[in-house]
């Protein structure tokens, strides 16, 4: 079974400060994983996805996610914090047994002045 | 922007009763999926289509129910609704091929049940 954790529900950094949202993913199979933000009263955008090849993924707004097979992590990454990064950030595995995406518990990261 | 456009984007129901949610897929997208998202939770898989077929489905009990028609849009039905159903419903679409295939989700109905 694949399965997903995020750990720290609630981020809080300073404005300009690096971002780090971890996420540990459990998987029998090779991953595809994915990051996903959530704004306020909206739905989920594409941040980012691996699926093989450069375990380095750039995406969207200045973030990148590392995949590291050996510590079974996709931690999300930003090297400077801007106001408009506060939402909620979903991590999440793709099972191609059922063509679902299994989420993460979410993270909430919050951009303080 | 995604592409994906549900409707309405509130709605308000009782307890007992039955809604109608729908999803308008990315063009040429032969595939949808549905989420439902509780309050502080992360979305939860509820079923997908593919060619208007069921292709997986979640935990959910079967008075969760859906369609998906030739022209890219779809319908998630929820049958006598109970309290525990208020969440936002998340559809996301996406194009099969075969492997990995990324889902992108629309904005979402948020349904309350009183």
């Known amino acids: 079974a694949q399965s997903v954790t995020q750990l720290g529900s609630h981020v809080s950094v300073s404005e300009g400060a690096l971002v780090l949202l971890r996420c540990n993913y459990s998987?029998?199979?090779?991953?595809?994983l994915f990051w996903y933000v959530q704004y306020p009263n909206q739905g989920l955008q594409l941040l980012l996805k691996y699926t093989t090849g450069a375990t380095l993924v750039k995406g969207i707004n200045g973030f990148e996610a590392e995949f590291k097979k050996s510590e079974t992590s996709f931690h999300l990454t930003k090297p400077s914090a801007h106001m408009s990064d506060a939402a909620e950030y979903f991590c999440a595995v793709y099972s191609s047994n059922t063509g679902k995406l299994i989420f993460g518990q979410g993270t909430t990261l919050q951009v303080k002045p | 922007e995604t592409g994906v456009t549900q409707s309405p984007t509130h709605l308000i129901k009782t307890r007992g009763q039955q809604v109608t949610l729908r999803c308008s897929s990315q063009s040429g997208h032969n595939t949808v999926s549905w989420y439902q998202q509780a309050l502080g939770q992360g979305p939860q898989f509820i079923f997908q289509y593919y060619r208007e077929e069921e292709n997986g489905r979640g935990n959910f009990p079967p008075r969760f129910s859906g369609l998906q028609f030739p022209n890219y849009s779809s319908e998630l039905n929820v049958n006598a609704l109970e309290l525990d159903d208020s969440a936002l419903y998340l559809c996301?679409?996406?194009?099969?091929?075969?492997?990995?295939?990324?889902?992108?989700f629309g904005p979402g109905t948020r349904l309350l049940v009183l």
């Open positions: 996301a679409s996406s194009l099969t091929t075969g492997g990995q295939e990324t889902q992108y």
């Open positions: 998987s029998s199979v090779p991953p595809y």
